[in-house]
């Protein structure tokens, strides 16, 4: 028998190393920066995806349709030195340059015409990459660079967006509003199959958003996935009446919650004799499941001490961390 398993069967725990205890010490420091980080960065790339991309992509769709491109009249050749729009004639430079109307245009390998200042623009700051070869790819690539730059877009996009959200809930607030928003919402509830998915969806988020303060907050733990295995759940509801009858017993709906993103998860229904509850908070419950499980709320650390009320969360492992040499 070695040392370790001597110390073990002794009831004694092994102490750990200065090497070890400085890891742990400097882990411990570390985890809630970077979940922090690791979240939030989740959360800018799902917004980025959903909401500020699609915004992007709109707005360069609806600038690049308004773009001053002129295409030739249907038989010009891009190799002669004029080209004529509506019938009109005009001499091209050897560089391209065309006088239009008082204004300068270039012509693109495509034929087509632009603006000067918007190839100028492209071919001063594209750099070592290939200069585009048609006149919309010179042109989008102008306004992804001068009018959507992201270090502006980013944060006006957002404002746009809250924006939008507050005049949709000042306008859903009014008369007018809820109006509209029920004659909508009843031409949805005819569709066949949208009906069905828009309704569990506005249940989620009526639970979710709703002002009123919610029935069931209970925290509770319940065997998953299976027997000796226990998960944190919150407590939505009472469970279906088919399926208390069938247990002949109460039954809970509850919706257990994925880490290190709690927002997202799945709905059970369990039996009410199979659920523990947990002295604990539901803001308390989502700092477990955000941390992992390595932040539990005080009145449930297992330690063979009594831990004081009012004693702030603290790392499961702290226990090993602790200087005792």
């Known amino acids: 028998m070695n040392e370790y398993e001597l110390e073990k069967a002794m009831g004694r725990k092994k102490r750990l190393g200065p090497f070890r205890r400085a890891v742990l010490r400097g882990l411990g420091i570390l985890l809630p920066p ?31 349709q308004m773009a001053d491109i002129r295409t030739p009249d249907e038989g010009t050749d891009v190799r002669t030195s004029k080209v004529t729009f509506n019938g009109t004639s005009y001499d091209v430079a050897a560089n391209g340059k065309i006088e239009i109307d008082g204004k300068e245009y270039r012509r693109t390998p495509d034929g087509h015409v632009i603006p000067e200042y918007v190839y100028h623009y492209v071919q001063h700051h594209i ?9 919309r790819g010179i042109y989008t690539w102008y306004i992804d660079h001068y009018w959507l730059p992201r270090r502006y877009v980013v944060p006006l996009f957002l404002c746009i967006f809250l924006l939008i959200l507050y005049l949709l809930g000042k306008f859903m607030a009014a008369g007018v509003g809820r109006f509209v928003y029920h004659r909508v919402e009843r031409l949805i509830h005819r569709l066949p199959l949208v009906s069905n998915v828009y309704s569990s969806i506005k249940q989620v988020t009526d639970f979710i958003f709703s002002e009123r303060e919610m ?29 208390r009858a069938a247990t002949d017993e109460p039954v809970v709906s509850a919706f257990v919650p994925h880490s290190p993103m709690p927002f997202t998860g799945f709905a059970v229904t369990v039996k009410k004799s199979e659920t523990v509850d947990l002295n604990i908070t539901v803001d308390q419950a989502i700092q477990w499941v955000v941390s992992c499980g390595v932040v539990i709320p005080p009145p449930k650390i297992a330690d063979e001490g009594v831990v004081p009320a009012g004693t702030k969360p603290q790392l499961a492992l702290s226990g090993a961390v602790r200087d005792d040499d």
Request: zero cysteines; a negative charge; proline letters at 4%.
């Open 215 to 243: 029935q069931y907050t209970r925290v509770v733990a319940i065997e998953y996935p299976r027997k000796g295995i226990w998960t944190l759940a919150f407590v939505t509801g009472e469970g279906m009446t088919d399926i």
């Open 34 to 64: 970077l979940l922090t980080i690791v979240i939030f960065l989740w959360i800018a790339h799902t917004v980025g995806m959903y909401v500020l991309d699609p915004m992007e992509r709109a707005t360069r769709s609806v600038l690049t």
């Open 127 to 135: 750099g070592k990459d290939a200069m585009p070869g048609d006149a």
